[in-house]
């Protein structure tokens, strides 16, 4: 059953290592010796075991950190310099990106090839693109009126910053955190999530081997509860930069204020996807079933609830359908693999449980609706359809955060608005339409951090990224970024 075969020696070679946190540029065991299981979820067997870090493990990370941020290697180095480095962390990255691709394949099943063609280029494009930012920081002066001064601003590092990841990304997820932090002057510890630590820990050697000072970036593997929650409450992290739920997000929230911690939340969604009756259709239907089964729906911006205009729905509803029934399934290394496995039995449960509520609540089933073991061994699901679903059920309300979608029909423009934003989230929407009137209102109007016209799943390196509502707050990626990493000085030159 093992899939060991199919990947690299160096991925079979790197994958059976006995890993341990990354602190100071070296790797260390967890002080009380205990490891934790990582699991393949196309096979539910055990790939590797990991170091599980707790409060002692993250603190030597945290100290390292701090001693990292003060020392003349990071503190003076000249932002062309961070630059540079940055930029060879990107390059590394490429020359390994089969290597990363699989890991994060292997670890938390998505397809091969969105990894290879879509996640792990994107990582490396958003590492080369923050390198740039490195020497393009910058203040401004202020025309003051109360005397003959000279004002100005400067932007410095937050100081040392706290990162906690889910596994949905593993390596994009990281990079998002990493770039701007480095390129802001930051150094980092980064917990990444249980599920999927593996490409994270590769990109470790690779920041040895691109020569970051030691101590600029750590990593600690361990559980959200034990190691996650020691990095917030580290009374020496000035900043936690958090992707995940917005339940733990809020926890994290509260007890970041208790010393007037930086925050920044990356959270949950339940995204609508608007298609009008004068949309291309077969664009639209095609971009929306990306819009939700990409890697499996577990997309926090996944297209999870779709309107479709009611003169339209029928013929809609059946093209999607269709659409699913022919989506290839399967292992995620097989590169014609569209959609693999759920991330784990946590996960496969919960989103059984989620299609039977649906059932339960009175929705149909139009596609899908099942688990799926002629895939294979994994926790693999069926890509699911819901038709006859009222706003008020939990499959509309909730996000599954698996493949698993809502589709219900509206009559006008005014009235879906306000049931796409009838929702506590806000982090994406979607809009098919020709007409260009209705795709600009819809994109003023609809509460959402991102709004794409005809498309779905489009992200750059230089496109803000973040939420409205309980989605989050602050922006990932484009120069937005660095406000979160960077504190505003503000300098006073009296004149006279
Ligand atoms: P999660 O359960 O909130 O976990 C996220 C991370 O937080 C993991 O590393 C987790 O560790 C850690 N964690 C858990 N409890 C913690 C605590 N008490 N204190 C500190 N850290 C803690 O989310 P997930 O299930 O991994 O990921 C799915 C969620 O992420 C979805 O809601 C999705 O929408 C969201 N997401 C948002 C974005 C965005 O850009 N807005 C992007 C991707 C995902 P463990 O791994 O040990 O649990
Ligand atoms: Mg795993």
């Known amino acids: 059953m093992t899939q060991m075969h199919q990947v690299l020696p160096t991925v079979q070679e790197f994958v059976h290592r006995n890993h341990m946190h990354y602190i100071h540029g070296q790797w260390v065991p967890s002080v009380s010796g205990q490891m934790m299981d990582d699991e393949n979820p196309s096979t539910r067997e055990v790939l590797t075991r990991v170091a599980r870090g707790r409060e002692e493990d993250v603190h030597q990370a945290v100290q390292a ?15 062309n310099a961070k630059g540079v480095l940055l930029w060879r962390l990107a390059d590394l990255m490429d020359q390994h990106l089969v290597e990363l691709a699989q890991l994060d394949s292997l670890d938390m099943g998505m397809p091969l090839r969105q990894a290879q063609y879509g996640t792990v280029p994107m990582a490396i494009d958003h590492m080369r693109y923050m390198a740039g930012w490195a020497t393009k920081i ?14 100005y601003t400067m932007r410095q590092p937050v100081g040392v910053v706290g990162a906690i990841i889910p596994w949905n990304f593993p390596l994009l997820m990281a990079v998002w955190k990493l770039g701007p932090a480095l390129a802001s002057g930051c150094t980092i510890v980064l917990k990444p999530a249980e599920q999927s630590p593996l490409s994270v820990l590769r990109l470790a050697e ?22 996650g929650a020691a990095l917030v409450a580290h009374p020496d992290v000035n900043k936690v930069a958090f992707t995940g739920s917005t339940e733990v997000g809020k926890s994290i929230m509260h007890k970041a204020a208790e010393r007037m911690a930086r925050v920044s939340l990356e959270l949950g969604g339940k995204s609508p996807n608007i298609i009008c009756a004068d949309a291309n259709l077969k664009r639209a239907i095609s971009g929306s079933m990306l819009g939700i089964f990409m890697n499996q729906g577990e997309v926090c911006s996944a297209g999870s609830r779709v309107y479709v205009a009611k003169e339209i729905y029928n013929q809609a509803l059946e093209q999607m359908s269709e659409y699913a029934r022919r989506l290839k399934v399967g292992q995620p290394l097989d590169p014609r693999t569209q959609m693999g496995p759920v991330v784990s039995a946590e996960q496969y449960q919960r989103v059984l449980d989620y299609i039977e509520s649906a059932r339960q609540e009175g929705a149909s089933v139009v596609a899908g609706g099942d688990q799926m073991p002629e895939a294979g061994p994994g926790f693999y699901i069926q890509p699911t359809i819901f038709s006859n679903v009222q706003d008020n059920m939990t499959i509309a309300r909730e996000e599954i955060f698996g493949p698993v979608v809502a589709v219900m029909p509206f009559d006008d423009i005014e009235e879906v608005v306000v049931r796409a934003n009838t929702s506590p989230y806000g982090l994406a ?20 951090g991102t709004v794409w016209v005809n498309a779905y799943h489009v992200y750059d390196a230089a496109a803000p990224w973040g939420g409205f509502k309980e989605s989050g707050f602050g922006r990932e990626m484009g120069h937005y970024a ?3 990493y960077t504190e505003v000085k503000d300098v006073w030159i009296n004149l006279q």
């Open 65 to 79: 950190a701090r001693k990292a941020f003060q020392h003349q290697d990071w503190q003076q180095l000249n932002p």
């Open 138 to 151: 910058e203040g401004s002066t202020i025309p003051v009126s109360a005397g003959k001064f000279f004002n």
């Open 206 to 227: 690779l920041i040895t081997e691109a020569k970051f000072p030691p101590g600029v970036i750590n990593i600690v593997t361990g559980y959200g509860p034990e190691a």
């Open 429 to 448: 929407a979607g809009v098919w339409t020709e007409n260009v009137r209705t795709a600009h209102y819809l994109a003023h109007r609809l509460d959402a």
């Open 482 to 484: 660095l406000e979160l």
